[in-house]
């Protein structure tokens, strides 16, 4: 049984989500050829992305945190793969995992004041336990660093986006904490895409060739503007903004989701690979699509609760 | 157990109760906590028979091979393993030969008995057989130099595809001798079949530098 029904502008613009993939599908199939070749298997895993999760929020608030929890665990799991591990640790590992559904739990049930310190305060003090008794210190700065990092930007900053959902309604803004995760989730990622195409399109001043050398000047600014724009239009729909706070949620999330994208392009250049994964034919892996959002849902989320909670 | 007596005794497998926990067990096992990052899956065999010859690192290794061949072709596919470990006790030895469907292979055989017999009646049959031949898991994430008994078996059957499979991660995941099952994606790069070319030495050659050129193509972290 759904346990909130969804509210309208939601669905409202869930079917704008829709509409814009089927146009850009329709571009694509017309104009083979002449479009980049992977923007097919793109579109193909936008779909089953929408699909998925915008299954999960029909179905109800309960089931939309295990999805994000789940995508959590994914995005872990991709990273604890890459990165180089200690044999003696795999007990610690499967103990970061553990962290998931705790954390999760924490938000089901909305206690905010043990999902804001769960993994920065007693998964940092409780991680290094079993590495202690273990008794392997070769390493251990760098194990014990680099799992808490993992563990912060995987679980803890994208669990910010489920907390979202457990927000009470605020006056003036129907759509609720779906509305805004929404919001979160439409700007982020048509942010990605609008900085890639106005990179692609108009893309000279290279900004960070040492850490990735496809960011441009153009691509950032065309990227911000756009998202600022996006934000202006969909703000009344879905949150209690108003158009300034709307244009400053916009800029917010352009500039974070920028930084989102090349801290993990600069851990995929320290290890020495393209993608993250192969999880999402054209994208990549999960993090390689989430990248952004690791950024923009804790900055999102705090700028709303100090606003408005 | 008498080594002789088991090869013949080794009971069919379980054929619903294998279809059940494959299923409801070792698929979701495999792409849910797990996940498989497979490549050139195109040169999976599609039907029998057929050899598999994959390196050995982990119990998951069958199970994983197994799942990523569609499921219509379950019935069909045997991995051939260790009968001095496998049958060691009751237990093991019903689960190895019913569910998992395993064809014991003596690897001490006495002098005069074909260890060899049984995965050639299965191919004979058309099944799929899956084969490590390294012998053992050894240690984790190491490539160990092969045993020839694939030799003996395509020299036998020339006709049947022997298709090199690279596996790597599943023994970080779960290494010999570890009880905690943690979860990492894991690769899967399947190599183009290696025919038998009328010579062991040089027929094993073939296949370790196969396995080599897959393993070249996987980055694999630092895991120490």
């Given at each position: 049984m759904p346990d909130f029904d969804l509210p309208r502008p939601v669905l409202l613009t869930f079917i704008g989500i829709g509409a814009v993939l089927m146009a850009a599908t329709l571009i694509e199939i017309t104009a083979r050829g002449r479009v980049p070749e992977d923007m097919r298997p793109r579109l193909k895993a936008w779909w089953g992305m929408v699909a998925i999760y915008g299954a999960a929020a029909l179905i109800g608030r309960t089931a939309s945190i295990v999805l994000i929890a789940f995508t959590s665990f994914l995005a872990l799991k991709e990273y604890l793969t890459l990165i180089p591990t200690r044999r003696a640790d795999r007990a610690v590992l499967l103990l970061?995992?553990?962290a998931i559904p705790l954390q999760f739990y924490w938000v089901a049930i909305g206690w905010y004041g043990m999902f804001i310190i769960f993994v920065p305060v007693y998964m940092l003090l409780l991680l290094p336990v079993p590495m202690l008794l273990i008794g392997e210190t070769g390493g251990f700065l760098k194990a014990i660093g680099t799992l808490h990092w993992g563990l912060m930007t995987c679980v803890f900053s994208l669990g910010h986006a489920a907390y979202l959902l457990v927000l009470?309604?605020?006056p003036g803004a129907p759509a609720g904490g779906p509305g805004l995760l929404l919001f979160l989730l439409v700007l982020t990622e048509a942010n990605d895409v609008a900085q890639y195409v106005w990179g692609k399109m108009f893309g000279r001043r290279k900004i960070i060739p040492k850490v990735s050398p496809k960011k441009?000047?153009?691509?950032?600014v065309g990227g911000v503007v756009t998202t600022a724009a996006l934000a202006i239009a969909l703000a009344p729909l879905l949150t209690p903004f108003d158009w300034p706070r709307a244009l400053a949620a916009g800029i917010g999330v352009g500039i974070a989701g920028f930084f989102g994208d090349i801290a993990i392009s600069a851990v995929k250049r320290d290890l020495g690979i393209k993608d993250t994964g192969a999880l999402l034919p054209g994208h990549g892996g999960m993090l390689d699509r989430l990248d952004s959002l690791t950024y923009t849902a804790p900055l999102f989320f705090h700028a709303v609760w100090y606003g408005y909670y | 157990m008498p080594s002789g007596t088991a090869i013949t005794?080794?009971?069919a497998p379980a054929r619903l109760l294998r279809e059940a926990f494959f299923l409801?067990?070792?698929?979701?096992?495999?792409?849910?906590?797990?996940?498989?990052?497979?490549?050139?899956?195109?040169?999976?065999?599609i039907e029998g028979p057929a050899i598999l010859l994959a390196n050995h690192n982990s119990h998951l290794d069958t199970l994983t091979l197994m799942a990523l061949l569609p499921h219509r072709l379950l019935p069909r596919i045997?991995?051939?393993?260790a009968l001095d470990y496998f049958l060691k006790t009751r237990w093991l030895a019903w689960f190895a030969t019913r569910v998992i469907g395993i064809i014991p292979l003596d690897r001490r055989p006495k002098p005069g008995s074909d260890p060899l017999a049984e995965p050639e009646a299965a191919l004979a049959r058309g099944d799929i057989l899956i084969l490590f031949p390294e012998g053992s898991r050894g240690a984790p994430e190491r490539l160990q130099a092969f045993k020839t008994g694939i030799a003996h078996l395509a020299k036998r059957r020339p006709d049947v595809p022997v298709v090199p499979v690279f596996l790597h991660g599943l023994g970080k995941a779960l290494p010999k001798d570890a009880f905690l099952l943690v979860p990492f994606f894991v690769d899967v790069f399947v190599g183009e079949p290696v025919a038998w070319t009328g010579d062991r030495t040089d027929f094993m050659a073939r296949l370790e530098r196969a396995m080599h050129a897959l393993a070249e193509e996987c980055r694999a972290p630092a895991w120490d």
């Open positions: 970061a995992y553990l009470p309604p605020l441009t000047v153009e691509g950032l | 005794e080794a009971p409801g067990v070792v698929r979701p096992l495999v792409a849910i906590v797990l996940g498989v990052n497979l490549r050139h899956g195109e040169r999976l065999p045997r991995p051939v393993a």
